[in-house]
């Protein structure tokens, strides 16, 4: 991780870690750097960048300020407006798009927001680009073997344009309709849209596809985005399924790149229960390319175990989709994810797909003339705590000799019989401690050792 760029782009809270003049930065130094990519290649066109946003109220202003970096440097931007972080992705592969920038913070509350930086080929920009971002934006910038404390504008006809591209993202509702194996009618579909980028892309696609919906949180107004809603808070989608007597939910995360479900009976079904489930259907049909199944090693023991039992190899990769999208790259893997519902289905996508992965989900249970519960039943989860401690300093937390002996002594407790995990939060000033154990009552005595070591050396914030 950058000191501004972490596992999923630059955030923070709007104006205070991550202020309107950072966004004119990374605008700028985009704007610029694309263009000189270009000329020296011999090619004198302006370059292309696409930008989508959620709904938070700061998006507009980061949306703007990245648009005057962007045409300031000579780049033309291209804007689809609210929409989500896949269909960004999506429309910056197909359409031949120098880079894309999505604004949002994911899950985080209103008050936060970030900027995702994609590639022309649909992926996380790579560290090297974000690291020259950064040192521009620290004032030392060294490139194309020179430094460069300021950048040149683009002057008279060489400035850049704003080109107002809605379109782009009904392409993306068209795309993911597209891929419909089943006629979704006689099937009650409950989504919940976090107030968030899928408020007004999820339905129309269900639609489409012939489900009759049943919608909630789908009226942003800019501080209500995850508010006791969407995967984080999936509650408010178990309700609607049980009381409308529902065949399905689906709940996403504030850009939409999530997708939790809900099965009939009002159970939430988890990322690992959706590689579990569409690994199985996938293996079935011959159609999943080296046997395995990509994962982070936040998955739960019961995920393993069930895809032991089923003859399914794994493999575990750092948490982040980054990471498993990079081992899946490399390794020619067609599925993988996170259990917080982050999966990337790479004969479609380049990155996590919410809306995606609900649609495969449905493929699955019409497919097998079944329900969710039962395409879930053969595996076990292992009761599982995770804390998510807010810290002074998430570094020094990680790697403080008492704490790391903390987790060391659990280790040996723990024996064959369970696992700790203890990390720090990639984008949040959190540290993590994941403890898997035979009986809940364990995994809370375990983490609490932890978490109490934590406490006494003074990092926790109340």
């Known amino acids: 991780m950058g000191k501004y760029f972490g596992t999923d782009g630059f955030r923070g809270e709007a104006n205070v870690t991550l202020s309107a003049d950072h966004a004119y930065k990374v605008g700028r130094f985009l704007g610029w750097y694309y263009g000189e990519l270009k000329k020296r290649s011999g090619d004198k066109t302006a370059p292309k960048i696409v930008i989508g946003k959620d709904t938070r ?59 995702k930086l994609i590639n022309s080929s649909g992926e996380k920009m790579n560290e090297e680009t974000t690291s020259l971002i950064e040192d521009y934006i620290d004032g030392k910038l060294n490139v194309f073997g020179q430094d460069y ?40 579909v409950g989504l919940d849209c976090a107030n968030g980028s899928s408020w007004n892309i999820a339905k129309s696609v269900f639609e489409a596809l012939g489900a009759t919906v049943y919608v909630i949180n789908a009226e942003p107004n800019g501080i209500n985005i995850n508010e006791n809603a969407g995967s984080t808070h999936i509650e408010g989608l178990q309700k609607l399924v049980k009381e409308k007597k529902l065949d399905i939910g689906f709940a996403y995360d504030g850009d939409a790149d999530r997708c939790l479900c809900v099965d009939e009976k009002g159970n939430v079904v ?29 998955s739960n ?92 300093d998430k570094e020094k937390a990680q790697n403080d000799k008492d704490v790391l002996d903390a987790v060391k002594a659990v280790e040996q407790k723990l024996g064959d019989g369970g696992r ?28 609490s050792e932890v978490s109490d070591v934590l406490k006494s050396k003074g990092y926790l914030i109340k």
């Open 301 to 392: 023991f019961g995920l393993y175990k069930a895809l032991e039992a089923a003859g399914i190899d794994y493999a575990k990769t750092p948490v982040g989709d980054k990471y498993v999208h990079d081992y899946m790259v490399t390794n020619g893997s067609r599925l993988g994810g996170e259990q917080s519902g982050h999966i990337i289905f790479s004969k479609y996508a380049t990155t996590g797909d919410g809306i995606l992965t609900s649609l495969k989900v449905m493929e699955a249970v019409l497919a097998r003339k079944t329900t969710l519960s039962e395409l879930v039943k053969p595996m076990k989860i292992y009761p599982q705590v995770l804390l998510n401690l807010k810290v002074t």
């Open 149 to 188: 404390p300021r950048l040149p504008y683009a002057v008279r006809e060489n400035i850049g344009k704003t080109v107002d591209f809605f379109s782009g993202r009904n392409r993306y509702i068209g795309y993911l309709i597209s891929l419909g194996m089943y006629s979704f009618r006689d099937m009650k």
């Open 420 to 447: 700790i995990l203890y990390r720090a939060s990639g984008t949040e000033p959190l540290v993590r401690i994941m403890v898997e154990a035979e009986k809940e009552k364990l995994c809370n005595k375990y983490a």
């Open 270 to 298: 988890n990322g690992d229960q959706i590689l579990y489930l569409y690994g199985i259907y996938m293996k079935e049909r011959g159609k999943l390319l080296t046997n395995t199944i990509v994962t982070t090693v936040m």
């Open 57 to 115: 109220k700061s998006s507009y202003m980061f949306e703007y300020t990245l648009v005057s970096g962007l045409t300031a440097s000579g780049a033309d931007a291209y804007l689809m407006h609210v929409t989500t972080t896949p269909s960004v992705a999506y429309i910056t592969r197909v359409d031949g798009f120098d880079c894309g920038i999505m604004i949002s913070a994911s899950h985080n509350p209103y008050y936060d927001n970030g900027i």
